[in-house]
């Protein structure tokens, strides 16, 4: 395969993809106390959401050195790649992007692609996914790089948060907006597209859910769609009961999302990523 496929272990693909395409994922360094973790290799998922409510030290998280990125780059080449698509978290959410950008200017081995997926989660995952598939079949790098332009434009990630203590303990909201949403029952929904995030509040996690099933009517009709998750499997399920209308399958993909992402939303959250389907 001349195309090779690069992305960050925060893009949450099933680890059967990655194996069927060969993708080489990233993994990003969890930081808890003392101890460094590389994510998906040194803590499970379920570890870590058991673990997160009662740390002491909130969890932070580094991506890896352009020489990390550089070495991969060279061993892809040294395999018989020619071309290294490289396929990341929303630069405006991580310096993942930057980094791997530097490391390709380094890189003469081979020519490599870095690409802003401009999205987090599945939302980067189903990109990787897409690439993947059509560099098994022959496409060109520059037909792959086009029908990622008009699947970012076409992803939509939407989550709602169990509770704002998370994001205040991570440093993304002061205390004061904590405490107020706490004592308001409130339920902020994250919103992510075109590497634009966004979010809104809403009143009770009952009120949270219904507003998730619809913004996921107003995405219809879907290509690709995930159930998002950070260890809360029976809300997921309660989730996928009320949207069943607009879930035709019952064995959609659902997807624990990556501790590097849950560390700043905590355990709890639910949501989906979706692909809309083109337009005939």
């Known amino acids: 395969m001349t195309i090779r496929i690069v992305t960050d272990s925060t893009c949450d693909l099933p680890s059967d993809v990655i194996e069927k395409y060969q993708v080489k994922v990233v993994p990003i360094y969890i ?45 892809l080449a040294e395999e018989g790649a020619k071309d290294i698509l490289s396929i990341h978290i929303s630069q405006v959410l991580s310096a993942m992007v930057d980094v791997a950008r530097t ?63 998370f994001l205040k303990r991570s440093g993304r909201m002061n205390h004061w907006m904590s405490s107020l949403g706490s004592l308001l029952q409130i339920k902020p929904i994250l919103t992510m597209f075109d590497g634009k995030p966004e979010n809104e509040k809403v009143r009770t996690r009952e009120r949270a859910l219904h507003r998730l099933v619809e913004m996921l009517s107003a995405a219809a009709p879907f290509e690709r769609i995930a159930l998002l998750h950070t260890n809360a499997s029976q809300r997921i399920d309660e989730l996928k009961k009320m949207a069943s209308g607009l879930i035709s399958h019952t064995d959609i993909l659902t997807v624990d999302i990556t501790p590097v992402i849950g560390a700043h939303i905590g355990p709890g959250a639910v949501g989906f990523a979706v692909v809309r389907a083109l337009e005939s």
Do not use: C, W
Not at 108 to 136: K, N, P
């Open 31 to 75: 930081n808890i106390g003392k101890h460094e973790y590389l994510d998906g290799i040194d803590i499970t998922r379920k570890e870590f959401y058991e673990k997160l409510p009662d740390l002491a030290e909130h969890p932070t998280t580094a991506v890896p050195s352009p020489i990390k990125f550089k070495a991969i780059y060279d061993s």
């Open 103 to 165: 490391a390709a200017q380094e890189t003469i081995s081979a020519a490599v692609h870095v690409i802003d997926g401009r999205q987090l989660s599945m939302g980067t995952g189903f990109l990787v996914e897409t690439a993947a598939e059509m560099a098994s079949v022959g496409h060109t790098v520059k037909e792959i790089i086009d029908a990622l332009e008009s699947q970012i434009k076409r992803t939509r990630v939407f989550a709602a948060l169990d509770t704002l203590e």
